[in-house]
């Protein structure tokens, strides 16, 4: 089998070698970069199945690498915070984060967080090559999902949305009135058990409702069942 390509993004040679080391011993095929610029052209030339990136990098800070490298192709990504505060940015700014440590941790930990992000994928390739089954497009009163072309239009206006808010909208509005609770959402939409964030759910549909409902904070679309999770409300055409 094929070993997946990690890419070990930190500022600090120490802990770089460390992890790559770590990883390597485990049977991954490891990249290593220092800063920022180098990590983006890292990542462009050798296409990781999964990225451990530190927040505090030179050149650009490891959210802009990120959210650069997300728009480009779909990456697995793990980020290194050495500091509580960055959490909620990681998860607040949506950057396409995956899961997070926060410094220090044990090199043990990070090898199984990311054998978790990645034990689904049974060929370790990187999720934008995965076949998917055909999907038809989901027609609303108001409203068009095409995973074709995956293109989402509102009142005939089309709504800018990333890969991982169109999955999730799909996935709900699949099956208009069935509540899927966090776990399920996360299974289908990520693809795996997430290990890490577990307001990840929540914080993409509150970005998910900026962009779709007329008022976020009365949805008619995304609704929240309380105590149990999500359901997507809407008659088929």
Not at 21 to 35: E, I, K, N, P, W
């Amino acid at each position: 089998m094929q070993s997946a390509t990690i890419l070990v993004v930190d500022d600090e040679p120490p802990i770089l070698d460390l992890i790559a080391s770590y990883l390597r011993a485990d049977g991954f095929a490891v990249h290593t970069a220092l800063d920022g610029p180098t990590a983006l052209a890292q990542a462009r030339a050798t296409r990781p199945d999964l990225i451990v990136l530190d927040v505090m990098l030179p050149g650009m800070d490891g959210l802009e690498v990120c959210r650069r490298i997300q728009q480009e192709f779909d990456v697995y990504v793990l980020m290194l915070t050495a500091r509580a505060e960055e959490i909620d940015k990681i998860v607040g700014l949506s950057v396409g984060a995956d899961d997070y440590l926060t410094k220090p941790f044990s090199p043990r930990e990070l090898v199984v967080r990311v054998k978790a992000i990645l034990r689904r994928s049974r060929t370790l390739g990187p999720r934008a090559t995965q076949p998917t089954p055909e999907r038809p497009a989901l027609r609303f009163d108001e409203l068009v999902i095409d995973p074709d072309t995956r293109e989402v239009w509102h009142s005939n206006a089309q709504i800018d949305l990333t890969p991982r808010e169109f999955d999730l909208l799909y996935a709900l509005a699949e099956q208009p009135g069935r509540v899927f609770n966090r776990d399920q959402l996360l299974e289908r939409v990520w693809g795996h058990d997430f290990a890490g964030i577990d307001r990840v759910v929540d914080v993409h549909v509150g970005l998910l409702r900026r962009k779709l409902e007329p008022d976020p904070a009365n949805p008619t679309f995304v609704q929240t069942v309380r105590g149990v999770g999500y359901k997507f409300v809407g008659r088929r055409k």
